[in-house]
Nanobody, 131 residues
Framework: QVQLVESGGGLVQAGGSLRLSCVASGETASGETFMYYVMGWFRQAPGRERQFVAAHSIGTDTYYTGSVKERFTISRDNAKNTVSLQMNSLKPEDTAVYYC????????????????????WGHGTQVTVSS
């Protein structure tokens, strides 16, 4: 069973920075461990649907939603089973619960953006950006 635990959320003023981390443990039913997972970050604001933020392939490819490009950076450390999200120039509209998610890759037809693609989820960490 794969478990994901997020940390690093908090309250920050607009223009500030936060770094979220997600540590993975366990393995899939087929024995795959962290280095074989596509890792994603999603967020959900009150009254809104869960939204894709960023994803990291099992290689070096990264993907972002348009509103966070140039401000957020996703990275992974396979030696530490960790994926991080560096968030700079935060805005009040970034306020949400941020979730770490993992899935196995599907090759050239892969979809990194849809939450339904991800099988494993953390419990989330609150990010609040004050104006």
């Amino acid at each position: 069973q794969v478990q994901l635990v997020e940390s690093g959320g908090g309250l920050v003023q607009a223009g500030g920075s936060l770094r979220l981390s997600c540590v993975a443990s366990g393995e899939t039913a087929s024995g795959e461990t962290f280095m074989y997972y596509v890792m994603g970050w999603f967020r959900q604001a009150p009254g809104r649907e869960r939204q894709f933020v960023a994803a990291h392939s099992i290689g070096t490819d990264t993907y972002y939603t348009g509103s966070v490009k140039e401000r957020f950076t996703i990275s992974r450390d396979n030696a530490k089973n960790t994926v991080s999200l560096q968030m700079n120039s935060l805005k009040p509209e970034d306020t949400a619960v941020y979730y770490c998610a993992a899935k196995l890759p599907r090759g050239w037809q892969d979809n990194y953006y849809s939450s339904s693609e991800y099988k494993y989820w953390g419990h989330g960490t609150q990010v609040t950006v004050s104006s």
